[in-house]
């Protein structure tokens, strides 16, 4: 059974910067695409970044060049370095890996972006 335990949420002023973790469960997480996903209030869950088992990463457009996807297959974690936040960065992010067609998700961490 995989788990997957996120970290690192909280409250920042726009313009400032979080680092979320992503600690998975397991020998496998270095074989594996893992993905960062958000959801807004009111709004559909949607990816917000992904990255491969080769380290090729992939970005939403509204987060490229201020959010950074990275992974340390030796410590199973996964992290999502945010800057330069911004208000409609504020959401409820989750942390996935997907192994064939089944999804593992985290419990989520709350990330709020105001002043």
């Known amino acids: 059974q995989v788990q997957l335990v996120e970290s690192g949420g909280g409250l920042v002023q726009p313009g400032g910067s979080l680092r979320l973790s992503c600690a998975a469960s397991?020998?496998?997480?270095?074989?594996?695409?893992m993905g960062w996903y958000r959801r807004a209030p009111g709004k559909q869950r949607e990816l917000v970044a992904l990255i491969g088992n080769d380290n090729s990463t992939n970005y939403t457009d509204s987060v490229k060049g201020r959010f950074a996807i990275s992974r340390d297959n030796a410590k199973n974690t996964v992290y999502l370095q945010m800057n330069g936040l911004k208000s409609e960065d504020t959401a409820v992010y989750y942390c996935n890996l997907k192994i064939g067609v089944v999804n593992y998700w985290g419990q989520g961490t709350q990330v709020t972006v105001s002043s």
């Open positions: 397991g020998s496998i997480f270095r074989l594996y695409v």
